[in-house]
């Protein structure tokens, strides 16, 4: 976690309400509606409050060809979730941009009807009336029984935030393709079993056509057909026809092309991907999996007691029977496979939308951070997570090679599908793909000014939202064909970017009218014609025009987490410094010139923003140029720009900065805490079970911190890798105040989290090798005496703290890192947000420590003759001056230092044995 | 009774502060061996790894020896030698971590071997005494000696060997034997009873002398060339020296109290573990110049000495030592009266001054032992140590444990080489200018 996302809320929130008002008053038709719930004592960033439901879902419609549209499940199966809103009505609404333009049945000049292998559709709805818009993802399935042997569905997410659905529509649409496909593979299984059924039946029926015929024939020897035996043979002929027309649906459904499957970018989970391929290359062979569920459910061919019944050649009318459910069309597994990832999406894309980019922006982030963020992310966590949520243009993320054919990929062959698939029912948008691609390139060239002019994309897309007042209107906002620009202004949506007047001047520009009763299909995409073309020049005007949102912890500024580029940057810069100021702090003069006192961070702050070496796509180019730390909410700072805190003493800054950070944290945290419960604050409950995890660990830290006056150093020795020991008698206790303090611990180079929660045995030298923090039982018995004992002669290793008595023994903690990082006097009251807090405090340390490890001439003489005591004295220089590490601080950076080269000389496969470092220091004991 | 000089939580001349535990043996692990300089006992690397572990004993290990050939003619090999209970003696391949062979034909455990590396021959020490060569060929034995066996071996100046045989320590010389062209044989010429009990340790100072201790305390030091006793310290718990702490003695005075567990030896001085104690004793001087009589809360079994005249010692406790022989100031106010010892303190920490003894006289220096650090890991009985100077020190000990004992700040700057060597591989690193 990179910022914590309420700052995000605030000021991304308030800038466009600063910008109208500055404006002259606009004629009365053309203003803003006030917020029409604020009446009510709303909050106003409670975007659920003109919505009937209370929070997102997922809708699955079908358009039935009996009943018509109608709502079929929502996820989470819950009544109270879509509470008052019309679900009906809303299916109606969502289905009736059907945009279903393939065909099936039997095209002209073709003998046998024909199956389509239709791609989805995704379509972005809005229904102001109801407060609600929606994601809608279409698909069809085919039924054997159903006109056309189609069925269409669709699957909804349903959100009061527009914003939520126009930004993650990328993450949306990848997450739903893939439910999508996963339920039509199901139903494709279940599909060709049923038309395999329906062959043996034909079969059996023809024998017994043929077996009478012949009969008649027999017994008819008068040398004319009855009609009796021509009708005979007419139905005989026509279940002949009917075999051959089956036989050939089933070899089209068994031919479906999973080559396509593959080329394009849905990636059905593993699993299925075996079941598939089995599935398709040996249809016969019962797969194993597939047994237990034939027995239960459904009765497929493959079940060989399936016997064979008359059945009539013509098939029956549509009416005259029920048609099949959604959960019989499709084979059982893939069914529940299907509704575990809409839960998964369900959960995955709960919350605010804010929170949502964030975290996948500082999650993006972080992949690219490889040397450090094993520190204190949970990488599998981020490795796992990654290909599942990422959207489409960050894809490449996670591959190191990447180019820009990789933009073009996966947008390009989508539109074109769905391009045809629009005509039918709304007005087709023209898409501009080359131009499209000019802009990623152009992006390419331009690297970090790319979002620059997504952002202003962004206020344009913020304003057309500025339409939804037309009453009975659903608004399509926003087409595939709009993916590639979405996803750029996606990427960049929490940066608070101030508009340049032009954005301002296109924003009017573009602002339509409102319209009644109509369907409207608005592109965001961003055609040349949105954009002037002075506006794109003005870019680097508009870096200067960044509000600078100073967080205040003073920490480095600079962008390189990129491994390469960056460090020979950071090389490069610090070899500079070394050179200049060996020992005589007149080095930082030229910083002074710059307006800013010689504090921390100068030295690293005059490294420009680099580009990330990657910054092809617009995205990433985009999170190439973005400072590591500061995250969201500082974005891309001049450091001239620096908040004239900075001009006091270093010592002051530090403080009055910490005091500065926490006051708007706790402003923050309480103005959200003072809301109502609907209030969609980034801590909402917990989208994964790592967030509830963390919110847990994020509060047990915040109440240490407030009832231990002795928690600096505790959490001293945690940082500096000495291992801390809880000390209790009841495990709950002890556990919740390690699963508390487990967020502090960093990472070390071997795998496991160093984490152990409750032991009860004595410990052993090489506990303390493998873990960093251990809760153990204290028991009166002998074997208690053991564990006390062990403890007492290892205790050069450890601080102990003891949860009974109150007590902790440990090193003195002299630093200023650790009370800014758990200020007992801090008012934020939420424990993820004293998670993010902790965590964008050790993130920036992460990045000293990254610094010191990677700086060459820190650790190895410049010249072959220079003596290792000028080296140490240059290394101890720059750890105080210009990281600003006072004391024991220094320990925590050499620690988390040492770690990195630990983790970064490990060879790649070979486990390493975990050292253990240690400090011959005096230990105290603390008392409450 | 806990006497022992305590070292706080503030070791600033200890080095070492990074260790690196090596797992691996299942039982207690007794001997490591330097095989050249960044190798030692059967299966460890300095750094750790894990060379090759190596199977072939069905009981325990007794003694082991390195054995490298300096011929020219063949590549530099580094044989073990190991011995064991199960009445065999095994050579390792080192580079290969195979077995060369495997004798077997012994009548008893042997105990000792050693190596006579100018000689090209090994010598294995049970019942009997017997002489190998490389190929292991058995060129001559001893007849029957004790059923005590010979404990321990040293090799003395003219194709000599002492051989500690209970309370005998028996001079044999190797002699060529007219016939063979390779053959050796071996002549018991002297035997040595001075000693009142078992002989513990045997060690060589120099060419011309070597010391042995025994078990009731004997510190006996002997010319290499004639084999006849040059000085001898008899008993370092002579209460009459010691009138303070005498009360003491007789409550603690049992046989392991005052046996010489180990021996070493400096030019200049012989470094004795004596019970708990280590004491140092000046060959030139003849006398036991320092001591810190309980330098542990158990029996030390192994003490060396350090080029920087620091001393570490290792013991039952499971703690190791280091110590810093350090030359006192002499005080005007001494009580040199008293007799040859003085009553002083070493450290701060020492709650009693008395139990420092010192042998001092007018126009030398004192000496007295510091503590300046101590390492705690094992949870049990360090066994043996192994110092390989800047690169550390090894211990093993009963817990089935090897720990490496580096010096942190040393290895953070190699991590630092490693890091940036490994930048500059993948090309990560290109300075430009």
């Not at chain 1, 917990?686 to 240490?704: E, P, S, T, Y």
């Not at chain 2, 009360?247 to 046996?259: A, D, F, V, Y």
Request: glycine share 6%; hydrophobic share 35%; net charge negative.
């Amino acid at each position: 976690m990179i910022s914590a996302p309420d700052v995000v809320a605030f000021t991304r929130e308030e800038q466009p309400e600063d910008a109208l008002c500055s404006e002259p008053p606009l004629p009365e038709e053309y203003s803003v509606p006030l917020f029409p719930f604020s009446g009510s004592g709303a909050n106003p960033w409670a975007k659920v409050a003109g919505s009937k439901f209370s929070r997102d879902f997922i809708l699955i419609s079908e358009f039935s060809e009996q009943v018509g549209p109608q709502p079929l499940l929502t996820v989470p199966d819950d009544a109270k979730v879509s509470g008052a809103f019309d679900l009906n009505y809303f299916s109606l609404r969502i289905m009736s941009v059907d945009y279903q333009a393939s065909f099936v049945g039997h095209p002209p000049g073709s003998a046998y009807p024909k199956l389509n292998f239709v791609e989805d559709s995704k379509v972005v709805l809005g229904d102001s009336k109801e407060g609600a818009f929606a994601y809608v993802h279409h698909l069809t399935l085919y039924d054997l029984e159903a006109r056309g042997f189609v069925r269409p569905f669709c699957m909804a997410y349903i959100s009061a935030d527009e914003h939520k659905i126009m930004r993650q529509f990328q993450e949306l649409s990848a997450e739903f393709s893939k439910a999508s496909e996963c339920l039509k593979t199901g139903n494709r299984k279940a599909f060709a079993n049923e038309l395999e059924k329906k062959l043996k039946d034909l079969d059996y029926t023809r024998t017994v056509l043929h077996n009478e015929t012949e009969i008649q024939k027999k017994a008819n020897d008068k040398g004319y057909y009855t009609t009796q035996a021509i009708e005979k043979a007419n139905e005989l002929a026509s279940v002949e026809k009917s075999i051959i027309e089956h036989q050939d649906l089933l070899k089209q459904i068994r031919s479906y092309p999973y080559r396509k499957l593959k080329e394009s970018d849905f990636h059905p989970y593993e699993p299925e991907r075996a079941l598939e391929q089995a599935d398709a290359g040996c249809e016969r062979d019962a797969a194993a999996s597939d047994l237990a569920e034939a027995g239960e459910t459904h009765l497929y061919a493959h079940a060989p007691s399936y016997t064979p019944k008359l059945i009539k050649a013509k098939s029956a009318k549509c009416f005259d029977k029920k048609l099949k459910t959604l959960e019989e069309l499709c084979d059982v597994y893939f069914f529940t496979q299907t509704l575990d990832q809409l839960y998964q999406i369900e959960r995955t894309f709960r919350g605010d939308v804010c929170y949502l980019l964030t975290e996948q922006i500082s999650r993006a982030l972080l992949k690219q951070q490889r040397v450090t963020n094993f520190l204190f992310e949970d990488v599998s966590l981020l490795d796992e997570k990654q290909p599942e949520n990422q959207y489409g243009g960050c894809r490449g993320l996670g591959h190191d090679d990447v180019d820009g054919k990789c933009l073009e990929e996966p947008s390009a062959p989508k539109v074109v599908i769905s391009l045809g698939s629009y005509k039918s029912s709304v007005e087709c948008v023209p898409i501009k793909m080359e131009q499209e691609m000019k802009d990623s390139q152009e992006s390419r060239m331009s690297e970090s000014v790319t979002f620059e002019q997504q952002d202003n994309l962004d206020y344009l897309d913020a304003d057309l939202k500025g339409s939804i007042s037309s009453g009975e209107s659903i608004e399509v906002l926003g087409t595939e064909k709009s993916a590639s620009g979405l996803t750029k202004s996606e990427s960049q949506a929490s940066l608070p970017v101030s508009p340049s007047p032009q954005a301002g001047r296109s924003k009017v520009g573009s602002r339509r009218t409102v319209s009644e009763d109509s369907i409207e299909v608005l592109s965001t995409c961003p055609s040349e014609a949105l954009i002037p073309e002075d506006f794109k020049a003005s870019y680097p005007s508009a870096i200067n025009e960044e509000p600078y949102v100073d967080d205040g912890d003073g920490g480095l500024r600079f962008a390189p987490k990129q491994e390469d580029a960056a460090e020979q940057e950071a090389l490069l810069q610090v070899d500079s410094a070394c050179c200049i100021g060996k020992e005589s702090p007149g080095f930082l003069e030229p910083l002074a010139e710059l307006g800013q006192k010689p504090c921390d961070e100068d030295g690293v702050v005059r490294i420009p923003p680099q580009p990330y070496r990657e910054a092809e796509q617009g995205p990433r180019g985009a999170f190439g140029g973005f400072p590591s730390h500061e995250g969201a909410s500082g974005g891309l700072l001049p450091p001239y720009e620096l908040d004239s805190r900075y001009l006091a003493g270093s010592r002051e800054v530090s403080k009055s900065s910490l005091d500065e950070c926490s006051d708007s944290t706790s402003y923050i945290s309480s103005a959200a805490s003072t809301c109502s419960d609907r209030t969609p604050s980034p801590a909402r409950p917990g989208c994964r079970a790592g967030d509830r995890h963390r919110k847990r660990a994020g509060q047990g830290a915040l109440r240490f911190i407030r009832q231990y006056p002795f928690a600096h150093p505790a959490i001293y020795s945690l940082l500096s890798g000495r291992t801390l020991v809880v000390l209790g008698e009841e495990e709950a206790v002890v556990r919740k105040l390690v699963t508390a303090l487990s967020i502090f611990v960093p990472n070390g180079a071997v795998d496991a989290r160093p984490v152990k929660h409750w032991v009860t045995s004595p410990l052993h030298l090489l506990d303390f090798q493998k873990w960093k923090l251990i809760g153990l039982q204290r028991t009166g018995s002998p074997g208690g005496m053991n564990v006390l004992h062990a403890l007492s002669r290892y205790s050069r290793y450890v601080s102990i703290l003891d949860t009974d008595s109150k007590t902790l023994r440990c090193p003195l903690y002299k630093g200023s890192v650790v009370s800014r990082l758990a200020d007992h006097r801090t008012q934020i009251k939420r424990g993820s947000t004293y998670y993010m807090h902790v965590q964008s405090i050790l993130t920036q340390l992460c990045s000293k420590a990254f610094l010191f490890a990677f700086c060459h001439h820190l650790h190895l003489p410049i010249s072959e003759r220079e003596p290792e005591e000028s080296v140490v004295k240059r290394r101890m220089n720059f750890l105080k001056l210009q990281l600003g590490l006072a004391n024991e601080d220094i320990k925590i950076v050499q620690y988390l230092a040492e770690l990195l080269k630990l983790q970064y000389i490990q060879e790649p496969g070979q486990g390493g044995n975990p050292l253990l470092r240690f400090d011959y220091v005096p230990s105290f004991l603390y008392k409450i | 009774k806990s006497s022992v000089q305590t070292i706080g939580e503030e070791q600033i001349q200890n080095p070492y502060t990074e260790l690196l535990v090596l797992k691996g043996h299942q039982d207690i692990v007794r001997f490591l061996v330097q095989v050249d300089d960044c190798r030692y006992e059967i299966v460890f690397q300095i750094t750790g790894e894990k060379l090759f572990e190596l199977h072939g004993h069905t009981h325990k290990i007794t003694a082991i020896a390195p054995f490298s050939s300096s011929d020219a003619s063949e590549e530099n090999k580094h044989l073990i030698l190991t011995a064991s209970a199960d009445r065999t003696v095994i050579v390792w391949d080192c580079t290969s971590g195979t077995q060369v062979q495997k004798v077997s034909c012994f009548h008893s455990t042997v105990k000792c071997l050693t190596v006579l590396q100018r000689l090209d021959v090994w010598l294995s020490g049970g019942n009997d005494l017997c002489v190998w060569n490389r190929k292991l060929d058995l060129l001559c034995k001893t007849s029957h000696l004790t059923d005590a066996g010979v404990s321990a071996l040293v090799e003395l100046p003219k194709n000599c060997v002492a051989a500690a045989v209970g309370k005998e320590l028996i001079i044999f010389r190797l002699t060529a034997s007219n016939d063979g062209t390779e053959g050796w044989n071996i002549v018991e010429v002297k035997r040595l009873v001075d000693h009142q009990d078992n002989i513990l340790s045997l060690v060589s100072v120099n060419d011309l002398t070597f010391v042995t201790g025994s078990h009731v305390g004997e510190l006996i030091v002997w010319d290499a060339l004639d084999w006849t006793k040059q000085a001898s310290e008899c008993n370092f718990w002579d209460s009459s020296v010691h009138p303070d702490v005498q009360p003491e003695i007789k409550l603690s005075q049992s046989p392991n109290e005052t046996s010489v567990q180990h021996l070493t030896s400096d030019e200049e001085c012989v470094f004795a573990a004596v019970g708990k104690g280590i004491y140092v004793y000046n060959l030139q001087m003849k006398r036991v110049i320092a001591c810190q009589r309980t330098a542990h809360d158990s029996s030390v079994l192994h003490i060396e000495k350090l080029p920087n005249r620091q001393l570490i010692s290792c013991s039952e406790d499971g703690s190791v030592r280091i110590w810093e022989l350090r030359e006192k100031q002499q005080l005007p106010a001494e009580p040199v009266s008293t007799g040859f010892f003085n009553m002083w303190g070493f450290g701060r920490a020492s709650k009693q001054p008395n139990q420092t003894a010192k042998k001092m006289q007018e126009n030398t220096p004192m000496y007295f032992l510091e503590l300046v650090g101590d390492l705690i890991g094992h949870s049990s009985a360090v066994q043996m140590f192994l110092y390989f100077g800047e690169l550390g020190l090894a211990t093993c000990s009963a817990d089935h444990l090897i720990i490496l004992w580096k010096d942190g700040e040393r290895e953070s700057r190699l991590r630092s080489l490693t890091l940036f060597q490994k930048l500059a591989e993948s090309g990560d690193l290109q300075i430009k200018v």
